[in-house]
């Protein structure tokens, strides 16, 4: 969704400001704007000077004139949720008086209503933004100071927001608050920082502290404090983030994309270090707050997450089930919480995500808790919502993912399942043998990933052969089935070629009737006990003159082409499977001359629903 950052200090606050939107333009890019205040600004003390600009953080630096000088201000990177894309819906708003300027990432569900009485109150909107109403009733409190005036605002409001507040009157701080949608608090020498994410903040420091639900902050030069929209005050701890401000760059890579699908040898190598257990063939887990005794309790799990995290989830309940032998399956969680899901005590909930922000996933977490459910949390960023809602969980390690499209994440997410389910497989029946058998196969990864990588010529040849599709199908049978749906979301995505992904066997009943030489087949066919029912399917596409480009451990007579992986355990293949297909996606995207990292419409973490 948007992207909030905020600075306080004595450093001149623009060049910084525009530096963190660059960092945080994956989380939302369709317009951006910036206000700053502070002693040089205009002259005045206190006066608001503000630029914004429709399109990405480049066109408003290009709109920011030479003499912009301030030592506090606010800015924001907007993925569109209520009004077009242009310069006045863009964030901050500011109030008639230009006395008070806004950013806010979230959704205020009650605008419309809000917004009716502001203008029967005489109040002239100049946006079509749910925010603006936030920037007025901050204007309107009567409030003496400004943390009371923001209180009393919110006080109207429902829905979610992380917002940043500045006020002419009251310049020598920023007042934040978050409910719902990420703020975290950068806090440096004699200067403070606030952003969406961590990206924004590591150049600088890497002391944060990440607001909670209902949590407010006032940020000064040299101080902070937090304290609840009620008012009382909170303790706040800071934390050191684990990620260097490097691994944010590109790293020599053209796009994040493909540097993220480059250090999947690495990133699995980092999920795997120090959990593995040789002497009793299994794996600790720290922090999955989950004993021996009431995992052997657990009669089902069920697996919540959005997206490829959803995704990722399948072939993790696919894994749970054959190794730990307990039922498992993966819903998306924007499903589950609207669908009065009986919620089970026996039963264990997994929520997956890579931001740890996804409003879907998080709710259906909290409404999980309010229901007495145990629920763990399968996360990438440290210290997120979901990850400190969750009552445990276990990291995913992949460092920080800023291309839009998931490819490390997915991989590492779906090794975190691995882990889990031989976690829970060896404390009910999965003998020492497969333990140790799964364990072998996970220390084989890392490697086999570099050599599916090194073929990326090929892969990149492949993708230009198949590029002329109007539409693509993607078939795969029970675990090669989420590897199917996943490598057709990376293709829609970062391509936006049509693609969907059915079971092979369910051809037959229906889609077989869409295959033609434009319509062509990827098929995942792994040397597994399904191979000749899957050659079986690739023969009916034949038969119909459909084109197939197969993915599998030897090559494929009945395809035209073969992707060779190399195989590893039966259960742990999915995990190589999909990766010749990130890039198969990734150079598909770049023949066709798309925005790799920034696809259109899409947001790296959806904070709204
Ligand atoms: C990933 O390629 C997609 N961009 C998207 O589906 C993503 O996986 C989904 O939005 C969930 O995000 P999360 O893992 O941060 O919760």
Request: net charge negative; hydrophobic share 40%.
């Amino acid at each position: 969704m948007c992207g909030i950052v905020g600075y306080i200090g004595r450093r001149d606050v623009a060049p910084l400001l525009l530096e963190g939107l660059q960092r945080l333009e994956y989380r939302g890019y369709d317009s951006a704007g910036i206000v700053i205040t502070g002693k040089a600004a205009a002259g005045k003390p206190g006066a608001l000077k503000m630029v914004k600009a429709k399109g990405r953080v480049r066109e408003l630096e290009a709109k920011v004139p030479k003499r912009f000088a301030g030592t506090t201000g606010i800015a924001h990177t907007r993925w569109a949720t209520h009004g077009a894309p242009s310069d006045e819906n863009a964030h901050p708003h500011l109030d008639a008086e230009n006395k008070v300027a806004v950013v806010h990432n979230g959704i205020i569900d009650n605008a419309s209503e809000l917004r009716a009485k502001l203008t029967a109150d005489g109040i002239v909107f100049l946006s079509e933004t749910d925010t603006e109403v936030l920037v007025h009733l901050i204007a309107r409190a009567q409030a003496e100071t400004l943390e009371e005036k923001v209180r009393e605002a919110l006080r109207h409001v429902e829905g979610t927001y992380g917002i940043a507040v500045l006020h002419a009157d009251f310049n020598d701080r920023i007042v934040v608050a978050r409910n719902g949608s990420p703020v975290v608090l950068g806090i440096g020498e004699k200067e403070m920082f606030v952003a969406s994410d961590v990206a924004a903040l590591v150049a600088h420091t890497r002391q944060v502290v990440t607001l909670d639900d209902g949590e407010m902050a006032t940020l000064k030069a040299d101080d902070f404090r937090t304290y609840t929209t009620e008012g009382s005050t909170t303790t706040a701890t800071p934390t050191t983030v684990e990620w260097e401000a490097e691994s944010y760059d590109m790293g020599g890579h053209d796009t994040y994309m493909h540097k993220e699908i480059s250090e999947q040898a690495d990133a699995v190598d980092r999920v795997l270090r120090g959990r593995i257990d040789d002497r009793f063939s299994t794996v600790h887990l720290g922090g999955l707050n989950l004993d021996a005794r009431e995992a052997r309790g657990v009669r089902r799990i069920k697996i919540l997450g959005c997206g490829t995290s959803y995704h990722a989830g399948q072939i993790g309940a696919q894994l749970i089930e054959e190794l730990a032998r307990i039922p498992a399956d993966a819903e998306p969680a924007s499903e589950f919480r609207y669908r009065n899901p009986v919620v089970d005590p026996d039963t264990l909930y997994v929520a997956v995500s890579q931001s740890g922000e996804t409003y879907d996933v998080l709710a259906a977490v909290q409404e999980l808790k309010r229901k007495g459910a145990r629920v763990l949390g399968v996360v990438n960023v440290v210290g997120s919502a979901i990850a400190r809602e969750a009552d445990g969980g276990t990291y995913v390690h992949a460092g920080p993912e800023v291309c839009v499209v998931s490819t490390k994440c997915f991989t590492n997410t779906v090794v975190a399942f691995a882990l889990l389910a031989l976690h829970l497989g060896r404390i009910r029946d999965l003998s020492v043998a497969d333990g140790k058998r799964i364990i072998d196969g996970l220390r084989r990864l890392p490697d086999q990933i570099s050599e599916i990588l090194a073929n990326e010529d090929e892969i990149k040849r492949l993708a230009a052969e198949y590029a002329d599709a109007k539409s693509m199908m993607f078939i795969g049978r029970v675990r090669g089935y989420p590897v199917a749906r996943e490598a057709s979301l990376k293709l829609k995505e970062v391509s936006y070629i049509h693609a969907e992904a059915y079971p092979a066997s369910e051809l037959k009943h229906g889609p077989l009737a869409l295959i033609e030489p434009a319509m062509p087949t990827v098929a995942i066919v792994p040397d597994d006990d399904l191979l000749e029912k899957n050659r079986a399917a690739m023969e009916e596409i034949k038969a119909r003159s459909g084109r197939i480009l197969a993915v599998a451990h030897q090559v494929q007579e009945k395809a035209d082409h073969t992707i060779v992986v190399p195989k590893n355990e039966n259960e742990l293949d999915p995990i190589l499977m999909g990766i010749p297909l990130q890039l198969f996606a990734y150079h598909t995207a770049l023949a066709m001359g798309r925005d790799i990292d920034k696809p259109r419409n899409l947001a790296k973490s959806v904070t709204v629903e």
